[in-house]
């Protein structure tokens, strides 16, 4: 028996005379690993020969040849699965079923690549190692696929990061502790914490199982207890107690149902009049579904490639009065060029949203305040992909439609300024930016970059018939915009920025300033 890197039938085990094309393409299976080997006994008890090796890189070569100009046929007879003593083996059958599929030797080695790398994603194998052995001798042509697996020593891994959090428009702190193949089916519990940058806060359950009753996808299941803080933007907080399931998670295509009993409250009791009509309790229970295609070389620096990801909404599924109604479409688009000199790229996005109450009488009725766009944030529009979001040098939730809180004199002047912004039910934002190496060594030899950029968005009211007076002139004039410089840090757990940016156009009552600006950017 020998590795898959070594010994696909005919191929015999001594790889140091393989040609390099396909030595590496076979070493790949296994991540890259090679092993030296050493003569081993034939299964007769006769020790190999210095003969026997010259034979067997004779047929390899051969082999090697053959492969190069024209398809080899094989077949699969059988997958064995060794060193899982806990993890039952239609779990692992059901990751490689690739394997079978593959009617030539080259399709078989790349058909062991994705095999590899989905055993790999499981999470719960220290090493998974992919051998190709020869078939049955009264069945030529045939091989048997040998995989071995190295069960995780440690049940428990924990982790802490930081996080993009798409809703809230902010960074968070997160810790999690996982429990893996608890009942061998590659079923992973953790729990959750975390901690916003704007004081919100997460407690979360969840379990995942790759493949529950033959499900082509992960099933992902999450109860949670979350606080979102807006007093100091729009006068009110949000709590929810909730059930989130992951239905479909591929490549391309994510589909969710979440329900939660969510509470609006206001503890300053200083709310506009917009926002203290929503107070109160209500259920949410909505379907969502995202599709999502990133070609990108890079989601912290674009150099190259397309992105795009359309994320729709239906929500109100449940009899239940006081069930929100409601749809919502969220659309993103980016493209990076590279320019060809000092590792220079332009990247430029365009994303739009659109949310809308449904029912009876519903272009009278009042769209959700949670489920409204929201612009501005300490974010950098080239990582938050997934629909309309920050402006550079506007704050957290800093422009767009408000409303005047109750009157609340400030202690010095006496003046009345407190405003709560409410925000659109539809939002367009665009941006480009120019990401180019600066000319010292020590910088590019650490990521550092510089960048030019230019950002602009808006929103506007829809529901309770305000999209009466929605006019496409009206909205592109009130577009807020802004342009800067500044200098990248890229690191292994965020994107830093340090910015100077220019207003170029507000509008009364924005919160937006020119001047030096930092923010720090996970990929979202």
């Known amino acids: 028996m020998a590795n898959p890197t070594e010994k696909p039938e005919p191929i015999p085990s001594t790889p140091k005379l393989e040609p390099k094309d396909e030595r590496e393409e076979l070493e790949d299976i296994n991540g890259g690993e090679e092993e030296e080997e050493e003569y081993e006994d034939e299964d007769d008890g006769k020790p190999r020969t ?14 090697f040849r053959r492969m190069r100009e024209t398809p080899v046929a094989v077949r699969v007879h059988d997958v064995i ?79 802490v990061g930081t996080f993009t959090k798409a809703e809230a428009r902010s960074s968070s702190l997160e810790g999690s502790l996982k429990y893996k193949n608890i009942f061998g089916y590659g079923d992973i519990w953790d729990g959750s914490l975390a901690y916003g940058c704007d004081h919100s806060t997460e407690v979360g359950l969840g379990m995942c199982l790759p493949r529950f009753r033959g499900r082509p996808t992960p ?77 990108r070389n890079s989601s912290l620096r674009p150099t190259r490639g397309y992105s795009f990801i359309s994320t729709s909404q239906i929500g109100g599924l449940a009899p239940d009065s006081r069930t929100l109604r409601f749809l919502r479409q969220e ?67 800093g422009l767009g439609p408000n409303e005047s809180r109750r009157e609340v004199q400030d202690n ?75 200098i990248v840090v890229p690191t292994s757990l965020f994107r830093m920025e340090l910015n100077y940016c220019h207003i170029l156009k507000k509008q009364e009552h924005d919160r937006a300033k020119s001047g030096f600006f930092m923010t720090f950017s996970t990929p979202s």
């Not at 210095?50 to 082999?63: G, Q, T, V, W």
């Not at 690739?98 to 719960?124: C, G, M, P, W």
């Not at 300490?378 to 997934?386: R, T």
């Not at 506007?460 to 915009?481: P, V």
């Open 50 to 63: 210095r003969e026997d090796a010259i034979a067997d890189r004779i047929k390899a070569e051969s082999l």
């Open 81 to 159: 699965v060794k060193g899982n003593e806990k993890t039952k083996d239609h779990v692992i059958e059901a990751e490689v079923d690739v394997l079978r599929q593959a009617t030539t030797l080259q399709e078989l080695l790349k058909a062991s690549k994705v095999a590899n790398f989905n055993l790999q994603a499981l999470d719960i194998f220290d090493a998974v190692k992919i051998t190709l052995d020869s078939g049955p001798p009264e069945l030529p042509g045939t091989t048997n696929v040998v995989i071995d697996v190295v069960e995780s020593k440690s049940p428990f891994t924990g982790q």
């Open 219 to 295: 099933f992902t299941s999450r109860v949670y207890l979350s606080t979102q803080d807006w007093l100091k933007f729009s006068s009110y907080k949000e709590r929810a107690l909730g059930l989130s399931l992951g239905l479909i998670a591929s490549k391309y295509h994510e589909l969710a149902y979440n329900i939660a009993w969510r509470n609006v409250i206001d503890p300053s009791q200083m709310a506009s009049r917009s926002i203290r009509r929503q107070l109160g309790h209500n259920l949410v229970s909505a379907l969502k579904y995202t599709f999502k295609f990133d070609q």
């Open 331 to 397: 659309i993103d688009l980016r493209y990076a060029v590279p320019l060809g000199f000092y590792r220079a790229a332009l990247n430029f996005g365009v994303a739009g949203g659109i949310t809308f109450p449904w029912g009876s009488e519903y272009k009278s009725k009042a769209s959700c305040i949670p489920e409204r766009f929201f612009l501005g944030g300490n974010i950098s529009p080239v990582c938050s992909l997934g629909g309309p979001s920050a402006l550079w040098g506007f704050k957290t939730r």
């Open 412 to 486: 010095e002047s006496g003046d009345t300024y407190e405003r709560d912004f409410v925000g659109g039910d539809v939002a367009v934002t665009a941006f480009a930016d120019l990401s180019f190496d600066f000319p010292v060594k020590w910088f590019r030899d650490r990521g550092i970059h510089g960048h030019v950029f230019a950002c602009a968005g808006n929103m506007a009211e829809l529901s309770e018939n305000k999209y009466r007076n929605f006019t496409a002139t009206k909205f592109l004039e009130t577009f807020r915009s802004s342009v800067g410089a500044g």
